[in-house]
């Protein structure tokens, strides 16, 4: 019996304060919603990456799937359409073709046939075969023979960002900026707080209410207005809780080559005209993150990393520029963020370095209000 099954036994109301959080279940699916037959078994949050995933792979709205009143209605989402039957059946001739045409290895997904339609091509195109290719993302990268060793990479970003002693004397930092989002025309506030080694928090005051992601050092949440996803506010789990994590570690990214394992060095590449060095590392929960460093400065212009779902995985990229000094510390200015169904970008407008933070910014958000 390890020590965390002694303490429920021993606590069945909850444990005390500072482990109720991180080691709460995360809610699932089956519980939340009233009609899974296929997908059982899942954290709320793999479920959703899920839809998107479906999204993502047929080119479609979630309404192509379900009634058309479930875009006002959260529970009408339960309800079926035709669609969404054909997407039971899909999932489970899927995962049925890995099982037996591939040792069970997740090599077919929705998107290998569909590529972002509803209805998977039969005839290979000649436009597409004659026109300009099309750069793709590959999910992992191969080491290269002759590349520099990671840590070659990964000291020469720690000197950009200012030197290992600099970095270590930035213990806090409290930034305010614009947070826009890919569908809405206006700049909304956004705050971010962070603290050595790595807590974090971001607040976007979006539209429809506040959109807020925590990392506490050990757990983390994010809590979104109810007209954006059918929990408000919900624990973060696996991949996400990893991304949550490595977001916090590198706003203070002395301990970078600590935070992941497995490092490898892939061929260096181009990324906006500029020369870029490729390197993998390996999450706590297994998942690939790659981190693009510009050859000529060093700095991090890229993360990109994946969130897993039975169907497939789901990446997320970030695009970090604008590059200023505070306190002696590069630290971008703007970054986007893009993801199946989503892209923001933030520009901050001040940090104000090494500035107390109460502790209560890295708490659980409360569900937010209307705006
Ligand atoms: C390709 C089809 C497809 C698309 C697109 C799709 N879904 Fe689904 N959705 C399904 C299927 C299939 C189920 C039922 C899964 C099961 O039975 O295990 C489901 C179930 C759900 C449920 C649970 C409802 C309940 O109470 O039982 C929610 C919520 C949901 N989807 C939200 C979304 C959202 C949000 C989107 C858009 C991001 C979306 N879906 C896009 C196929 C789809
Ligand atoms: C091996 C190829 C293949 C894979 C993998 C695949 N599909 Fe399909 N899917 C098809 C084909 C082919 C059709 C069109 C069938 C037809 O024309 O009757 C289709 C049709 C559909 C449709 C109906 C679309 C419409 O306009 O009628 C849905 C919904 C769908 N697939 C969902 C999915 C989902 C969700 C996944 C992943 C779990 C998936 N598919 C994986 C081949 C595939």
Redesign the pocket.
């Known amino acids: 019996m390890n020590v965390r099954v002694i303490a429920a036994c021993l606590l069945p109301i909850g444990f005390a304060v500072g482990q109720t959080r991180t080691d709460a279940k995360p809610p699932m699916?089956d519980e939340v919603?009233?009609?899974?037959?296929?997908?059982?078994g899942l954290p709320v949050s793999e479920f959703?990456a899920t839809?998107?995933f479906?999204?993502a792979s047929?080119g479609?709205?979630?309404t192509?799937?379900?009634v058309d009143q479930s875009a006002g209605s959260?529970?009408r989402?339960?309800d079926d359409n035709a669609?969404?039957e054909t997407?039971?059946r899909m999932?489970g001739m899927v995962m049925a073709m890995n099982r037996s045409y591939f040792n069970g290895r997740r090599v077919l997904t929705c998107y290998s046939c569909h590529r972002g339609s509803d209805r998977p091509r039969l005839t290979p195109d000649l436009a597409e075969l004659y026109g300009p290719p099309l750069l793709s993302e590959p999910d992992q990268i191969q080491p290269a023979p002759d590349a520099p060793p990671a840590e070659t990479i990964l000291n020469k970003y720690i000197e950009a960002a200012g030197g290992a002693q600099r970095l270590a004397a930035l213990t806090s930092f409290a930034a305010k900026g614009t947070y826009q989002a890919y569908a809405d025309t206006e700049k909304r506030a956004v705050e971010i707080y962070a603290k050595a080694p790595n807590q974090r928090t971001q607040i976007a005051h979006t539209g429809n209410g506040d959109s807020t992601t925590v990392f506490d050092g050990r757990g983390g949440w994010t809590a979104t207005p109810p007209t954006d996803r059918?929990v408000p506010v919900l624990p973060l789990a696996g991949a996400e809780l990893d991304g949550a994590r490595l977001d916090a570690e590198l706003a203070f990214p002395v301990r970078l080559r600590q935070m992941l394992t497995d490092w490898r060095v892939g061929y260096p590449t181009n990324l906006n005209d500029r020369d870029v060095q490729v390197l993998q590392g390996m999450t706590a929960s297994k998942s690939p993150v790659k981190l693009y460093f510009d050859k000529e400065s060093g700095l991090l212009v890229r993360q990109v990393r994946y969130a897993e779902s039975p169907v497939g995985l789901n990446p997320t990229q970030i695009d970090y520029s604008d590059y200023r000094d505070v306190a002696g510390i590069k630290i971008p200015f703007r970054w986007t963020t893009t993801w199946l169904?989503g892209r923001s970008t933030i520009e901050l407008t001040e940090v104000q370095p090494n500035v107390p933070i109460d502790a209560a910014r890295f708490a659980k958000p409360a569900t937010p209000a209307k705006p």
Do not use: Q, T
Request: glycine letters at 4%; charged letters at 20%; a positive charge.
């Open positions: 699916a919603f009233k009609n899974i037959k296929v997908l059982k959703m839809m998107g479906f999204s047929l479609e709205n979630c192509f799937c379900h959260w529970a989402y339960a669609n969404k997407a039971r999932i059918p169904d």
